[in-house]
Every structure is written in C-alpha cells, then in structure tokens.
C-alpha cells in the first residue's frame, strides 16, 4: 500500500511537471493551458484586433467586455461603433460615435469614422465636414484621413457624378486609436 502510494505522489509530481513544461515550451503543437496567474489582454485590444481580422461580432463581444472593466469610455464607443459599421448596422453605428465624440471630441479617429459612416448613408455634406474636423485634429499626419479627405471634397467638387464614374467606386478607410486602418468599400446593388 506504501508502494502504491509514493508510485502515486511521484505520478503527480510527474504530471504536475510537464503541464508546467507544455505552458513554456513554444515548440508544443498543443494548445497551452489557462494561465489562472496572469492577467487578461485588455479587451480594447483583442476588439481592435478582431476587427483587423473582420470578425465584428466577436469584435463587439469584446468591446463589451472592455466596458465592464473601465466603463463607456470614448475607446469602447468608438470600437463598437466601427464593428456595427462594419456589419452594417448604420443606425446603430451613428448613434454609438456621436456618442463616442460626446466623450472625446479632440479624437479625429472617431470624427474620421463618423465621416465614413455618413457617406455610406449618402449624407455627403455633413460627411465633408467631419473630415475636414479630422483632417484639422489630426495636422494632416494620417494618410487615411488624408485620403478620405480628398476623395471626398473630388466627389463633392463633381456635380455630375455620372453612373459611369459610379462604377468605379472609391475607398474610404474607417481608423482606429493606434494606427491601424480599416477599409470600407462602397458596394455596389
């Protein structure tokens, strides 16, 4: 009974040993195991990521999760803004980035995303000036503002736009706090 016991403790050991070994080695084709001692990614992250990858609904789910943690801040409105965006939930979207710049009204970011999503629901006008703000808060260092800028004041500048041109169809880059952008392209019916 002695041996079994002590062939027991020294099994556990054992075990205990190389599930500490699988979470360090990086060569493991295995998925490691819960890391219960460190912190969890913050959640604006993994929801700007998971809009990097398209996958907004997964994107939202995180930004939620973000909100229980630091609260409706101008961050998580505007991402879940651009995940809603994305999916095409344009009344929804509008809402969460007005409400996103009621928060953070120095963000050109989020005044470039509203931009983009007043385009998309043909309010050219009021589009123009959001990306104008933009184009002013951020001194003119972000491409993506830059571009949505020109394309637009081009369209705006045409007033013949014909179905021809509307053919080919321009690109407006929706852009995240960090660099990173996002591109929304016109569809066509």
Not at 63 to 77: I, K, P, Q, T
Request: aromatic content about 6%; some cysteine.
């Amino acid at each position: 009974m002695a041996r079994a016991g002590a062939w027991l403790l020294i099994s556990l050991a054992l075990a205990a040993g190389c599930s500490q070994s699988i979470l360090r080695d990086k060569d493991n084709p295995f998925a490691p195991g819960v890391a219960r001692n460190e912190e969890a990614v913050d959640g604006i992250v993994v929801g700007n990521r998971l809009l990097d990858a398209g996958q907004y609904e997964l994107a939202i789910d995180a930004f939620n999760r973000a909100a229980v943690n630091e609260g409706l801040s101008a961050d998580v409105l505007s991402g879940l803004g651009a995940a809603n965006l994305g999916l095409g939930r344009l009344g929804t979207a509008e809402k969460l980035l007005r409400d996103a710049l009621d928060k953070d009204e120095r963000s050109p970011e989020i005044w470039n995303n509203l931009g983009v999503l007043l385009l998309e629901k043909g309010e050219n006008a009021e589009a123009v000036q959001h990306f104008k703000r933009a184009f002013a808060l951020d001194n003119g260092e972000s491409d993506a503002i830059r571009d949505n800028l020109r394309l637009v004041l081009a369209k705006q500048e045409d007033p013949f736009y014909s179905s021809d041109q509307e053919q080919e169809k321009q690109d407006y880059k929706l852009v995240r706090r960090g660099g990173s952008d996002y591109l929304i392209r016109e569809t066509s019916e």
